[in-house]
């Protein structure tokens, strides 16, 4: 226990916030929390808060399905987020065996046995936790201080069919109320604001007195095993603790619907098949540009099978075709492959442009802080959110859009609220945990389907045995490991060359060839090239600064940022030859604009370099910054130690805040004259993902577009809170 791996802002000793604070973050700050803290530990000074966050989802090791089994694992609430995504925090209350194995489809069990096995093999578990509760928690020593620990589920995060066995909800065919904890109707799922009136705890217990009470809930008359567990919702109980999130909600659902509708708006009338096609290439060319380009900042993308067919993609990367989508919405082609069936449906580019940007903002600005007023507010935009899905993305088939996990998404807030940031009950963490769990241990049992769940849990007990022990004995010969110290930023070039510029007659043209001496063997026998932009820029300078002099610098291709805090770890390069062909990165630079003030605009990277090899040469640093004359510089023969960047920039601004409220911005590179320069590598703000305007002719063609970084997703969603009220 390390007091940097605790949430923030929080006791752990009282469970009280160490200050008062309306940011919805991490669990404690949920509206759920206090509620519980009061009712399991009240003001005892020795009661310890030990709410438990669980994780409960089938695994499959095999693709037959019968090698699975179903851990229920849970982690301490008072972690942080960080250590609450780290694998080795989580721990295994159980592990439940796959009990249709062997039964075959001829089986007599019916769907209620089935059911009520699951539940027996789970009361276990819950039957430890509720013993614990009932004997009023248990003494142990934390940091040193006795205290009583008190016990309780806080919530139980996994997938709708997990989470429809937790509740014994009924799920097939078409039941009366859809979704597991309100009486929402069919056609209230896809409402844009959901007026749910919830189950609670109260009436379950009511229906269990008649016969056909439960029924009448849609939930299954099964003796359930969470039934006596404590948990921290007081007034809905089980029904309240199994919140829907993120993962299954947007990203292996309504993205996944999203993209099957979107099959239908491609084409003209008879040149369906070939336009579907050109749209999966462009697709196609623009995810490899975009993984190419920033690897940091955006979601994964798939190709496999086209944009069109969503099946076989996982969650994540569905974002990332969603985002990549929106590109495609900005290209000439792109719009015209749409254009007809769009016309059709009566659906205007702007508002699906926009639907697009608000549901990636949404998906990112779940996850982040904010406050609880702000989330409250959010609720309106939402509806806005989904209306626009509704009419943008129009589903026919099935149930069309009154889907359980529409109604999921329009609850998505209230969840927020309740215990905290989308993340805190993510599946993402423990999907990835629970597959370390299984599958760790599944290479070391004998694999066969009626021992494997018992021999994982062997397996299991095992490894935490030996891992205690390792602990206690390191602490004893103080071999306990203190955390890495963190790094700081590293900055550093890389693929280096010499260039030799020849002195030059008095309208600033080199008498030679410039000569290129590279420092890699290799690249120095294929007579590389660098840009003549960039040659063209480092002698117009000296040129223009009154040196015509032969000199050389040092010049360097590839520039690393590695920041381990922030999001400005990328690489830039700028190199005539890269797996074959020309690249040059895009940044967004930072000027100091004519008045004064700080501005921003996006610019091509022609190359890096360093004044350090022919000494008493104008540099930007002493001609421009410190406005030395040719005269002091020749007399001082001072190294610049400066790295400096040569970039094409626009020919005007595009200030953050511009880019910010567009999500992706429009702009051309300005003429060779006016628009390149030469500045200190600390003036790039950060890696742009720039993609050109396909399938355009004339003027048009040199549009380019810059779409906004990942990280800056969540405030797009922000901002248009406040301009929806
Ligand atoms: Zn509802």
Redesign the pocket.
Known sequence: MHEENFASNYDIFTGKKKQTSSTLDEIHTGSLWETARLKYCGDDPDAFPLALICFYDKTNTDVFGSLSCAPFICTPSFLNQDCRNDDSNYMVLGYIPNLGFGKGKAKKQTSDMKLQDEHNCLSLITNQIIKIHNEGGFWTEVMGRRVCVKLWIHLIAGDTSGHNNIVGHMNGGCPKYI?P????LFE??SSPI?????ITSEEIKQARLTNDGLTNLCKKNISNAFENVPFADQVYGLLGSVPAEMLHVSGTGLLKHMFGCLDGLIGGAKSKKRDKESFDDLHHCLVIKAERQCKHDFPCMSIRNGITDGTKMCGSERVGNCFVLLCVMHTHLGKELMANKMKQRKIPLKRFIECLKLYLAYERWVTEPHSRAQVRRSYKLLGELIKMIKQCFPREEGWGWNLPKM?AFA?MPSNILKFGSANNFSGNIGERALKGIVKDHADKTQRRPDKFAEQCAIRKYKRNVIKYVMTDMSNSIGASKSPAPRQNDMIEPRGRFTVHFSAMNNRGIGREEDKIVWHDKKREKMTFKVADLFLFAIRRFSHSHGYTDEFKVTGYTTFKVNNTSSEKTATYYATEYMNGEKRYDYAMIDFLSDDGLSATCPAMILGFLQYNITLGIPTPHFSDEEGQSLHTIQDNMAVDNNLYVVVHTTSDYVSIERFQNEFVSSFTLGDISNCVYIIKVEAIYGPLFVFQNYGSVGDEKNKLFCALPKSKWGKYFDDRIHSSL
């Not at 904890?181 to 929402?184: G, Q």
């Not at 959901?194 to 919830?198: Q, S």
């Open positions: 979704y904890d309100c009486k929402c209230d799922l959901a007026n749910c009136h919830l109604h609850k």
